[in-house]
């Protein structure tokens, strides 16, 4: 076994809450919004339920990807443990990024959500950045209005880094 059942059990008590707190605040804002047209201003209704979604679903997965791993584990499976858990502790699609996509303010169950998974410690150290800096933004920051000054910016970024 690659960690002790006490700590197994806490990773995945905290991705579950998270996922659930996400599945909840997507259920509400479908029951706010009702039926939004796709459009691509950050922020809008639809871009809102696009980025929760993506939050609840990338939570979704980092918990079968866990879950996969401990059941190898506890079958005697090492190597396999390993390599799934390897895949678990990558850093989540669209999580935090779907926040970018969303209204502000955030509702309670995201922020909840996301301090839930940054706390965490079991994601790579830039995923709590990436949240902290998606929880401070005071507005939806995705889709961008204007992709050639979204473009230039990220790479004027990465030539620094």
């Given at each position: 076994?690659?960690?002790?059942?006490?700590?197994?059990?806490?990773?995945?008590?905290?991705?579950?809450?998270?996922?659930?707190?996400?599945?909840?605040?997507?259920?509400?804002?479908?029951?706010?919004?009702?039926?939004?047209?796709?459009?691509?201003?950050?922020?809008?209704?639809?871009?809102?339920?696009?980025?929760?979604?993506?939050?609840?679903?990338?939570?979704?997965?980092?918990?079968?990807?866990?879950?996969?791993?401990?059941?190898?584990?506890?079958?005697?499976l090492d190597e396999r443990a390993d390599r799934m858990l390897r895949v678990a502790r990558m850093k989540p699609v669209s999580f935090p990024s779907g926040a970018d996509r969303m209204a502000r303010p955030l509702g309670e169950d995201t922020v909840r959500a996301m301090e839930?998974?940054?706390?965490?410690?079991?994601?790579?150290?830039?995923?709590?950045?990436?949240?902290?800096?998606?929880?401070?933004?005071?507005?939806?920051?995705?889709?961008?209005?204007?992709?050639?000054?979204?473009?230039?910016?990220?790479?004027?970024?990465?030539?620094?880094?």
């Amino acid at each position: 076994m690659f960690h002790d059942m006490t700590e197994l059990a806490r990773i995945a008590r905290v991705l579950e809450e998270a996922h659930a707190l996400l599945e909840g605040e997507h259920k509400r804002l479908e029951r706010q919004y009702g039926p939004t047209p796709y459009d691509a201003v950050a922020g809008s209704p639809a871009q809102t339920l696009r980025g929760i979604s993506d939050l609840s679903g990338a939570m979704a997965t980092a918990l079968k990807q866990f879950a996969l791993a401990v059941g190898y584990s506890v079958l005697g499976l090492d190597e396999r443990a390993d390599r799934m858990l390897r895949v678990a502790r990558m850093k989540p699609v669209s999580f935090p990024s779907g926040a970018d996509r969303m209204a502000r303010p955030l509702g309670e169950d995201t922020v909840r959500a996301m301090e839930l998974v940054r706390d965490l410690g079991f994601f790579p150290v830039e995923t709590a950045i990436a949240t902290d800096v998606a929880l401070a933004a005071p507005q939806a920051t995705y889709p961008p209005a204007d992709w050639n000054a979204y473009e230039r910016e990220r790479r004027d970024r990465s030539e620094r880094q």
